[in-house]
Protein backbone atom coordinates (compact mmCIF):
# COMPACT_ATOMS: atom_id res chain seq x y z
CA UNK A 1 0.00 0.00 0.00
CA UNK A 2 0.77 3.38 -0.05
CA UNK A 3 3.36 4.47 2.39
CA UNK A 4 3.52 8.42 3.68
CA UNK A 5 6.65 10.02 5.59
CA UNK A 6 6.53 13.07 7.85
CA UNK A 7 9.40 15.23 8.71
CA UNK A 8 10.60 15.93 10.84
CA UNK A 9 9.57 13.82 13.77
CA UNK A 10 9.99 16.59 16.50
CA UNK A 11 10.16 20.36 16.51
CA UNK A 12 11.14 22.65 18.93
CA UNK A 13 10.62 26.41 18.59
CA UNK A 14 10.46 29.66 20.44
CA UNK A 15 7.11 31.66 20.30
CA UNK A 16 7.22 34.02 16.87
CA UNK A 17 9.48 31.61 14.80
CA UNK A 18 8.39 30.11 11.56
CA UNK A 19 8.70 26.37 10.72
CA UNK A 20 7.81 24.12 7.88
CA UNK A 21 6.34 20.47 7.96
CA UNK A 22 7.04 17.85 5.46
CA UNK A 23 5.05 15.15 3.95
CA UNK A 24 6.25 12.43 1.26
CA UNK A 25 3.97 10.08 0.04
CA UNK A 26 4.65 7.10 -2.71
CA UNK A 27 2.23 7.05 -4.80
CA UNK A 28 -0.63 8.56 -7.03
CA UNK A 29 -2.83 10.36 -4.13
CA UNK A 30 -7.25 11.51 -4.54
CA UNK A 31 -6.80 13.05 -1.43
CA UNK A 32 -4.52 14.43 0.98
CA UNK A 33 -5.44 15.81 4.28
CA UNK A 34 -3.38 17.71 7.13
CA UNK A 35 -4.70 17.27 10.70
CA UNK A 36 -3.91 18.70 14.08
CA UNK A 37 -4.66 16.74 16.98
CA UNK A 38 -5.54 18.24 19.99
CA UNK A 39 -4.36 17.33 23.64
CA UNK A 40 -7.50 15.47 24.00
CA UNK A 41 -6.77 13.45 20.83
CA UNK A 42 -9.51 15.06 18.42
CA UNK A 43 -8.11 15.51 15.07
CA UNK A 44 -8.55 19.11 13.70
CA UNK A 45 -9.03 19.39 9.86
CA UNK A 46 -6.20 22.26 8.74
CA UNK A 47 -6.66 21.89 4.95
CA UNK A 48 -7.89 19.54 2.63
CA UNK A 49 -5.04 19.70 -0.17
CA UNK A 50 -4.35 16.64 -2.86
CA UNK A 51 -2.64 19.75 -5.10
CA UNK A 52 -1.87 23.26 -4.98
CA UNK A 53 -1.60 26.15 -2.49
CA UNK A 54 -3.56 27.04 0.39
CA UNK A 55 -4.07 29.57 3.23
CA UNK A 56 -5.52 29.71 6.04
CA UNK A 57 -4.17 32.40 8.96
CA UNK A 58 -1.43 31.88 10.42
CA UNK A 59 -0.83 28.43 8.50
CA UNK A 60 -0.60 27.56 4.97
CA UNK A 61 -0.11 23.99 2.61
CA UNK A 62 1.14 23.38 -0.98
CA UNK A 63 1.18 19.70 -2.13
CA UNK A 64 3.01 18.84 -5.79
CA UNK A 65 1.32 15.95 -6.32
CA UNK A 66 3.26 15.12 -9.03
CA UNK A 67 6.54 15.20 -6.95
CA UNK A 68 4.52 13.52 -4.46
CA UNK A 69 5.51 15.86 -1.56
CA UNK A 70 3.51 18.16 0.73
CA UNK A 71 4.42 20.87 3.37
CA UNK A 72 2.83 22.34 5.99
CA UNK A 73 4.08 26.37 7.14
CA UNK A 74 3.19 27.75 10.34
CA UNK A 75 4.68 31.33 10.61
CA UNK A 76 4.38 33.25 14.03
CA UNK A 77 3.98 30.42 15.64
CA UNK A 78 1.92 30.46 19.43
CA UNK A 79 2.27 28.05 22.17
CA UNK A 80 -1.17 26.96 21.13
CA UNK A 81 0.12 25.53 18.18
CA UNK A 82 1.84 22.86 19.81
CA UNK A 83 1.08 19.46 19.35
CA UNK A 84 0.97 16.81 16.94
CA UNK A 85 0.18 16.85 12.90
CA UNK A 86 -0.32 14.43 10.90
CA UNK A 87 -0.76 14.07 7.49
CA UNK A 88 -2.76 11.73 5.66
CA UNK A 89 -3.72 10.60 2.16
CA UNK A 90 -6.42 8.58 0.10
CA UNK A 91 -4.35 6.56 -2.37
CA UNK A 92 -5.58 5.17 -5.23
CA UNK A 93 -6.92 1.41 -6.76
CA UNK A 94 -6.59 -0.98 -3.18
CA UNK A 95 -5.73 1.98 -1.04
CA UNK A 96 -9.58 3.96 -1.86
CA UNK A 97 -12.24 4.67 0.96
CA UNK A 98 -8.65 5.01 3.97
CA UNK A 99 -7.10 7.45 4.92
CA UNK A 100 -3.16 5.97 5.54
CA UNK A 101 -1.64 8.42 8.19
CA UNK A 102 2.21 9.50 8.99
CA UNK A 103 3.89 9.18 11.88
CA UNK A 104 3.21 12.54 12.89
CA UNK A 105 5.12 15.88 13.57
CA UNK A 106 5.17 16.35 17.31
CA UNK A 107 5.61 20.07 17.78
CA UNK A 108 6.41 22.07 20.76
CA UNK A 109 6.66 25.86 21.01
CA UNK A 110 7.84 27.24 24.06
CA UNK A 111 6.94 30.90 25.50
CA UNK B 1 -24.15 21.90 11.98
CA UNK B 2 -23.24 19.21 14.42
CA UNK B 3 -20.16 17.39 14.19
CA UNK B 4 -19.29 13.71 14.57
CA UNK B 5 -20.30 12.58 17.70
CA UNK B 6 -18.61 9.25 19.41
CA UNK B 7 -20.25 7.48 22.39
CA UNK B 8 -18.66 6.86 24.52
CA UNK B 9 -16.15 8.80 25.02
CA UNK B 10 -14.31 6.50 27.72
CA UNK B 11 -14.40 2.81 28.53
CA UNK B 12 -13.03 0.33 30.74
CA UNK B 13 -13.21 -3.54 30.12
CA UNK B 14 -12.03 -6.90 31.28
CA UNK B 15 -10.16 -8.78 28.83
CA UNK B 16 -12.49 -11.37 27.23
CA UNK B 17 -15.23 -8.89 26.83
CA UNK B 18 -17.05 -7.44 24.35
CA UNK B 19 -17.48 -3.76 23.47
CA UNK B 20 -19.48 -1.96 21.02
CA UNK B 21 -18.83 1.62 20.30
CA UNK B 22 -21.26 4.21 18.23
CA UNK B 23 -20.29 6.89 15.82
CA UNK B 24 -23.08 9.77 14.28
CA UNK B 25 -21.95 10.95 11.28
CA UNK B 26 -22.20 15.08 10.59
CA UNK B 27 -25.83 15.37 8.99
CA UNK B 28 -25.71 14.57 4.83
CA UNK B 29 -22.45 12.53 5.49
CA UNK B 30 -22.76 9.18 4.04
CA UNK B 31 -19.16 7.40 4.71
CA UNK B 32 -17.83 6.58 8.37
CA UNK B 33 -14.51 5.15 8.61
CA UNK B 34 -13.28 3.87 11.99
CA UNK B 35 -9.32 4.69 12.83
CA UNK B 36 -7.40 2.63 15.86
CA UNK B 37 -5.06 5.09 17.44
CA UNK B 38 -1.89 3.34 19.76
CA UNK B 39 1.31 4.53 20.63
CA UNK B 40 3.29 1.86 19.22
CA UNK B 41 1.12 1.59 15.52
CA UNK B 42 -0.08 5.28 15.49
CA UNK B 43 -2.96 5.74 13.30
CA UNK B 44 -4.72 2.45 11.40
CA UNK B 45 -7.55 2.21 9.27
CA UNK B 46 -10.27 -0.22 10.43
CA UNK B 47 -13.43 -0.15 8.38
CA UNK B 48 -15.37 2.04 5.71
CA UNK B 49 -19.15 2.01 5.29
CA UNK B 50 -21.15 3.62 2.33
CA UNK B 51 -25.10 3.30 2.19
CA UNK B 52 -25.13 0.53 4.64
CA UNK B 53 -21.79 -1.13 2.56
CA UNK B 54 -18.39 -2.08 3.48
CA UNK B 55 -16.01 -0.91 1.06
CA UNK B 56 -12.82 -1.44 2.16
CA UNK B 57 -11.26 -3.19 5.39
CA UNK B 58 -8.22 -2.86 7.11
CA UNK B 59 -5.82 -5.41 8.13
CA UNK B 60 -7.58 -6.66 11.62
CA UNK B 61 -8.46 -9.98 13.01
CA UNK B 62 -12.13 -11.00 12.74
CA UNK B 63 -12.88 -9.99 16.13
CA UNK B 64 -13.31 -6.42 14.97
CA UNK B 65 -16.46 -6.10 12.93
CA UNK B 66 -18.69 -3.45 12.18
CA UNK B 67 -21.88 -2.04 10.14
CA UNK B 68 -24.17 0.85 9.43
CA UNK B 69 -27.27 1.66 9.40
CA UNK B 70 -30.26 2.99 7.10
CA UNK B 71 -29.41 6.79 8.37
CA UNK B 72 -25.79 6.47 8.47
CA UNK B 73 -24.78 6.15 11.62
CA UNK B 74 -22.52 3.20 12.34
CA UNK B 75 -21.45 0.73 14.90
CA UNK B 76 -18.04 -1.15 15.56
CA UNK B 77 -17.86 -3.93 17.95
CA UNK B 78 -14.90 -5.93 19.34
CA UNK B 79 -15.26 -9.47 20.77
CA UNK B 80 -12.77 -11.00 23.05
CA UNK B 81 -11.12 -8.15 24.08
CA UNK B 82 -7.17 -8.17 24.35
CA UNK B 83 -4.66 -5.95 26.77
CA UNK B 84 -3.47 -4.86 22.98
CA UNK B 85 -7.06 -3.26 22.06
CA UNK B 86 -6.61 -0.46 24.41
CA UNK B 87 -6.53 2.62 22.12
CA UNK B 88 -8.30 5.46 21.10
CA UNK B 89 -10.98 4.56 18.56
CA UNK B 90 -11.77 7.48 16.34
CA UNK B 91 -14.50 7.62 14.07
CA UNK B 92 -14.87 10.19 10.70
CA UNK B 93 -17.55 11.05 7.95
CA UNK B 94 -17.53 12.74 4.77
CA UNK B 95 -20.12 13.05 1.90
CA UNK B 96 -18.50 9.64 0.30
CA UNK B 97 -19.93 10.05 -2.91
CA UNK B 98 -16.63 9.88 -4.96
CA UNK B 99 -14.61 8.25 -1.76
CA UNK B 100 -12.10 11.19 -2.19
CA UNK B 101 -13.90 13.64 0.18
CA UNK B 102 -12.53 15.84 2.85
CA UNK B 103 -12.86 13.39 6.15
CA UNK B 104 -13.81 14.99 9.51
CA UNK B 105 -13.26 13.43 12.57
CA UNK B 106 -15.30 12.92 15.90
CA UNK B 107 -13.78 12.97 19.61
CA UNK B 108 -12.54 9.80 19.59
CA UNK B 109 -13.50 6.96 22.34
CA UNK B 110 -10.68 6.06 24.76
CA UNK B 111 -10.74 2.30 24.94
CA UNK B 112 -8.82 0.56 28.48
CA UNK B 113 -8.61 -3.50 28.43
CA UNK B 114 -7.68 -4.61 31.83
Known amino acids: GIQVEQSPPDLILQEGANSTLRCNFS?????LQWFHQNPWGQLINLFY???GTKQNGRLSATTVATERYSLLYISSSQTTDSGVYFCAVEGRGGSNYKLTFGKGTLLTVNP | KAGVTQTPRYLIKTRGQQVTLSCSPISGHRSVSWYQQTPGQGLQFLFE???????NKGNFPGRFSGRQFSNSRSEMNVSTLELGDSALYLC?????????????FGPGTRLTVT
Open chain 2, 49 to 55: YFSETQR
Open chain 2, 92 to 104: ASSLGGTGSDEQY
Open chain 1, 49 to 51: IPS
Open chain 1, 27 to 31: DSVNN
